[in-house]
């Protein structure tokens, strides 16, 4: 008697935590069952991923989707369509909405919007103040919490703790790993100067390479201090690379695709206002310091920092226009890319998004194909071409600074809990998106 099972992906080349090979894998009430020969067994949905790569579910650890608040530029829903049409099973989303996510109760809030309008699994950062060091232990221990977010340098939303004295309030409050937006407010604020008008290139002056160092040299200096650990963002420059190697038993590492991708001042002169993000998009210098990171091993997660305003709001000459671009939809293919052209392995990619985000912050069930492990693939085309363009974007920013670009490897189906959620670019399981949960929390 053939054994049964819910949902039956055969034929495909397994990447797993063992290496790349033919498996089949069998999922039964959302959960991984079995991996090895299963052709002959019976499934209730049958998924051919013959030619196809099966990775871990793809989880991007940092995403704005900017509800409550400014919802035209994206929403809960919006954002999570763009995240499972780019083959993303899960997201961990920022708190610097309006309101801000700085208590409990608004953070119990954003999972209840989240409920049967999410497409894709999902955590929410609580976000700290200057005054809520008090509530930051209750917040960080909410199920469904990806931890504390700290800005120590203005960005975008009102969210801003710059002193060392308000750092050190936070970390004596948490006990979790906090996710730190590293740029000194001080040094900001004195080159701010620097900025000329309608001159996006000066972005990376203002907020120059200094402003990143001397925030993430302060920062670990009070991590070591207060016993904690630590998870530095959108690292962008090669001397943090480079004094964070020291650090790395109490601080992980987070770098975007676009720090690895783009380049200064090519960027500002072909796309203004569209490549203007904070930390700026700088120099082929700190990119390759950044991909030399990532090749030894410093780098822990890749995050897209998916911070979406309308081409509107972009199109404001500088100073005036916003910091952010959109990122989750094309994270997976600009990856899958770099895999292509050697700058990195197909196991590497999975180790930066999937087993990293589970080894950094402890997330249950996920991260890994394996028995018992919540049934979260991201199957991909590695030889499949394809241009993208303005038009695919699901964000309501309806734009992608990856506009033009041709890439190899593409995201074909989305899988989450076994459900199939994404199949050749078309939604086909809507709003079953449910609570990441934390070993810490459990």
């Known amino acids: 008697m053939s054994e049964n099972f819910d949902l039956l992906i055969i034929g495909g080349t397994l990447v797993n935590h063992d290496g790349i090979g ?31 790569h099966v990775l871990p579910g793809v989880i991007d650890t940092q995403v704005h989707f900017r509800e409550p608040g400014p919802t035209h530029k994206e929403d809960l829903q919006t954002g999570s369509l763009a995240a499972v049409l780019g083959g993303i099973t899960g997201v961990f989303e920022m708190p610097n909405t309006s309101p801000t996510t700085s208590s409990v109760d608004a953070l119990e809030h954003k999972l209840t919007l989240a409920k049967g309008r ?12 200057n005054d809520n060091a008090d509530v930051l232990p209750d917040l960080e221990r909410v199920p469904g919490c990806a931890g504390i977010k700290v ?26 790993r906090a996710a730190f937006h590293c740029e000194d ?65 109490i601080a992980t590492i987070e770098v975007t695709p676009q720090h690895l991708t783009l380049q200064a001042p090519d960027c500002y002169e072909q796309m203004a206002g569209r490549a203007q993000m904070n930390p700026p998009i700088r120099t082929n210098a700190h990119r390759t310091a950044i991909w030399t990171a990532l090749q030894t091993g410093i780098v822990d997660v890749i995050g897209s920092d998916h911070a979406p305003h309308t081409l509107e709001e972009k199109a404001l000459r500088y100073p005036a226009s916003p910091s952010g671009m959109p990122g989750v939809q094309y994270l997976v293919p600009i990856m899958l890319d770099h895999v292509n052209k050697g700058r990195l392995s197909l196991e590497r990619f999975v180790d930066l998004t999937s087993a990293g ?50 890439v190899t490897g593409w995201p074909m189906a989305t899988i989450v809990r076994g459900n199939s959620v994404m199949r050749d670019g078309a939604l086909v399981g809507s709003g079953l998106g449910k609570p990441i949960h934390f070993e810490e929390v459990l």
């Not at 991996?35 to 998924?47: K, T, Y």
């Not at 120590?152 to 970390?171: F, P």
């Not at 100067?193 to 990376?204: I, N, Q, V, Y």
Request: contains cysteine; aromatic residues 6%.
């Open 22 to 52: 033919l498996a089949d894998v069998g999922v039964r009430n959302g959960k991984i069952v079995a991996i090895g020969d299963l052709a002959r067994a019976d499934a209730g949905e049958r998924i051919d991923a013959s030619g196809l």
């Open 118 to 129: 999410m497409h894709c699994d999902h955590a929410f950062y609580g976000g700290a103040t």
């Open 151 to 176: 800005f120590m340098g203005a960005s975008t939303g009102s969210l801003l703790v710059a002193d060392d004295e308000g750092v050190a309030r936070v970390l004596a409050a948490i006990s979790r």
């Open 185 to 249: 407010e001080e040094r900001l604020n004195e080159r701010k100067h620097l900025a000329r008008e309608g001159d996006w290139s000066s972005h990376a002056q203002v907020r120059d390479a200094k402003a990143a160092l001397l925030a993430t040299q302060r920062l670990i200096r009070l991590a070591r201090k207060a016993g904690k650990r630590v998870h530095v963002l959108h690292v962008s420059t090669g001397e943090e690379m480079i004094y964070l190697q020291a650090h790395k038993d």
């Open 357 to 406: 985000p589970k080894r950094i912050f402890g997330l249950a069930g996920k991260g890994r194909v394996a028995a018992g492990y919540d049934a979260d693939f991201t199957l991909v085309d590695m030889k499949a071409r394809c241009e993208i363009t303005d038009a695919m974007s699901a964000s309501k920013s309806g734009w992608t600074p990856f506009a033009g670009k041709t």
